[in-house]
Each structure stands twice: as C-alpha cells, then as structure tokens.
C-alpha cells in the first residue's frame, strides 16, 4: 500500500509549469498508489467554487481522473485556499478533512494538517487566520461579484508578499513546543505537514505509542513547495521518503 502527500503548489495561471508537473504527477506518480492527501494550498488563491476558470477546470478533471482509477483523494484547506467548498471537492472527486486529522499508517497514527496553525510565534499572522476563519465573513465574501473577489484576492496577495519581508523568519515557522503538544493531544508518532515550505523529516527528542502500544521515536515531515523543484512525501509499509523532483520535465 503506498501513500503520497502533496502540500503547497500554489498553482495559478501565471505558472504553467506548476499545472503541468501537477499533471505529470498524477499521470506518472499518483495513478500508482492507493492514496493521494493533499495538505492545504494547492491553489495560490481561492475566491470560489463558481469561478470556472480554465485552471480549476483542467485540474478538476485531472483529479476526477484520478478518482476514477481508484486512487483515494483526500484534501485539507491550507491558508490561501481555505475558502475551496464542498462543489469542487465533489466534482474532483475529494474528501475534505478538517484542519487537523489524524489517520492510521503502518500501525502508527499520524497527524496532518497544513502547519500553519503552528506558526504561533506571528501572533499578526494568526489573528488574520481567525478573522478569515469566520463563516459569516466568508460567506458575504463568496456573494460578492467574481471581480470584486479577484480584486480583493490580488491586494491579499501583494499584502501577504510585503509582510513576509518585514517578519523575522522565525516567526514563518512552527512552534517545537506546539508540535509536541499536538502530537501528545492526538497520540500521533508521526505529523505530516506544508505550509513552511522547509522540506525536511525532523527526528523529535521523544517517543509517543504505535498502534500496538509500542514507544517509537516521533518524527515530523515537512513537505515543500512547487516553486523550483517539489517534494511529496510516499509512505509504503514501514518506509517513509521524502521525494524530491524537478518542476520541468527537461530540468536536470
């Protein structure tokens, strides 16, 4: 049984060569395993399930593909696109998680989630999340005029680029304190997560119970980015490898 994890391709269509090493993946990586998780911010933004434009079409189908050959879809929001509804996950064939979900891989359990929420060094940052985070504020959102979301998603954008600049790059990662509390919380040996774009696999100074209530040493995955190269995650039984591969095909 193998099992992939994608987070953070940011897709959009000023970057075809993202799409394209999106579908060369599906085609050539995920077709072969049981189950792909997507783990937040697959779009660079989302203004709603009704936008019909060329990308969402073109990856709706690609993964709809996929679900039809049998391969599990499984999709947490990350922090641009948390606004992507039911509509969507339902023709792409995807089952929406909640923001943090823990599932049971080679007798261990594991939590995933995007990451941000451990970023909680940049209390800035987090009040912004809860404020987007509101239903009703989402919902007056998605009623406003395609343009008018285009609009306000462009401004999001510019603002998000500028205030990374002024923040200590600490701030742009996650808690050790918030990972460990978590994995207690949840009993997870293993966490799975996006969001820092610091592809890594981090050995964790302490041991949580396997499924059979044997210690193992914790550990937390971080997947990368789609902006050079990507990292996915695939866990196959006991072996778990963090995969790195070119964005171009013709890149070496």
């Not at 940011?10 to 060369?24: G, K, N, V, Y």
């Not at 709809?64 to 391969?71: D, F, I, N, P, S």
């Not at 941000?116 to 989402?138: A, F, H, K, V």
């Amino acid at each position: 049984m193998t099992t992939l994890f994608i987070s953070d391709l940011h897709l959009s269509e000023h970057r075809p060569e993202l799409t394209a090493a999106l579908l060369r993946f599906l085609r050539e990586r995920a077709a072969h395993a049981q189950a792909l998780y997507i783990l937040g911010d697959l779009f660079e933004f989302w203004i709603g399930d009704d936008e019909g434009s060329a990308l969402q079409h073109t990856i709706e189908q690609a993964l709809q593909t996929l679900h039809q050959q049998g391969v599990a879809l499984y999709y947490q929001h990350g922090n641009r696109d948390f606004m992507l509804g039911k509509s969507f996950a339902r023709r792409a064939g995807m089952t929406l998680l909640p923001a943090i979900h823990v599932i049971e891989l080679a007798g261990r359990r594991c939590v995933l989630l995007h990451g941000d929420e451990l970023c909680t060094r940049d209390l800035e940052y987090q009040r912004y999340r809860r404020i987007t985070g509101w239903r009703w504020l989402q919902w007056l959102f998605l009623r406003l005029p395609l343009s008018r979301r285009l609009n306000i998603a462009a401004g999001i954008r510019r603002g998000s680029r500028q205030g990374k600049q002024q923040k200590p790059a600490d701030w742009m990662d996650v808690v050790d304190d918030d990972v460990t509390s978590l994995m207690q919380r949840t009993q997870a040996v293993w966490m799975i997560h996006g969001h820092t774009h610091k592809p890594a696999r981090h050995a964790l100074p302490f041991t949580m119970p396997d499924l059979a209530g044997t210690a193992q040493p914790a550990c937390r995955f971080v997947l990368g980015d789609w902006e050079q190269v990507f990292t996915y995650l695939r866990i196959a039984g006991d072996d778990a490898e963090l995969i790195t591969e070119p964005v171009s095909a013709d890149r070496v």
